[in-house]
């Protein structure tokens, strides 16, 4: 079955450095992959979108990559602040009506 | 910004009874889903809905819920015979098309406890 999985539970970064987050998938070939942020006790909020013949999509201080080959997408918050803390979900959507997301990177920024 | 409204933000109903959880999505969307996350844990598929009907659903999605559409405005998931194992924040969402390309809009969900 199609499986996600988000690296560590969570990542402490100090505040200006670039936080790195890995979403790895398997038994999948998405056209498309997205990456929300989720605050607590709040819905999932959408920030991106990248397709399968896109290499890198960026907005603002966000940058994600989207690696086919080794089934894989990287995430990144370049000068990363205290209020970027959230949990981060990637997701996946089949060729139907149905999204599977990850478990979730929690990212901490450190003051 | 138009938004996902979800109400009430806080159930607590006692095991074997029934249960709906209401959702208003946005306006112009045609396509609306429930999720689940157990506390926790992930986000999890239940169903999608597309013009009045159920267009996917998963295995958690069994013969004790369904979902309505009931008017032009809400969108509707009810549990008939409530089990502890129902506790969790249960998400609304829509988007405009049903595309992959396409992002979804969630409400700030329900958190249901069941005693």
């Known amino acids: 079955s199609q499986k996600i999985e988000q690296n560590s539970e969570a990542l402490n970064i100090q505040e200006g450095k670039t936080a790195t987050l890995t979403c790895n998938y398997t038994n999948y070939s998405p056209a498309y992959l997205q990456w929300y942020r989720q605050d607590p006790g709040r819905g999932p909020v959408f920030l991106l979108l990248?397709?399968?013949?896109?290499k890198e999509k960026r907005k603002e201080r966000l940058k994600v990559t989207f690696d086919t080959t080794l089934k894989q997408s990287l995430f990144h918050i370049t000068a990363s602040q205290p209020a970027d803390s959230a949990t981060y979900l990637c997701?996946?959507?089949?060729?139907?009506?149905?999204?599977?997301f990850g478990t979730g990177t929690r990212l901490k920024v450190l003051a | 910004e138009p938004e996902v409204t979800q109400t009430p933000s806080h159930q607590v109903t006692q095991m074997g009874q029934e249960v709906i959880l209401r959702c208003v999505p946005i306006?112009?969307?045609?396509?609306f889903y429930w999720y689940r996350q157990i506390l926790g844990q992930k986000v999890e598929f239940l169903v999608s809905?597309?013009?009045?009907?159920?267009?996917?659903k998963s295995e958690i999605f069994d013969d004790q819920f369904s979902v309505e559409r009931p008017d032009g405005s809400n969108f509707t998931l009810k549990i008939r015979s409530t089990k502890l194992e129902d506790s969790a924040m249960y998400f609304c969402?829509?988007?405009?098309?049903?595309?992959?390309?396409?992002?979804?809009?969630f409400g700030d969900g329900t958190r249901l406890s069941i005693l």
């Open positions: 969402a829509s988007s405009e098309m049903a595309n992959s390309n396409q992002p979804q809009h």
């Open positions: 997701a996946l959507v089949p060729f139907t009506y149905k999204y599977i």
């Open positions: 306006s112009n969307h045609l396509y």
């Open positions: 809905f597309y013009n009045n009907e159920i267009s996917e």
């Open positions: 990248i397709r399968e013949n896109e």
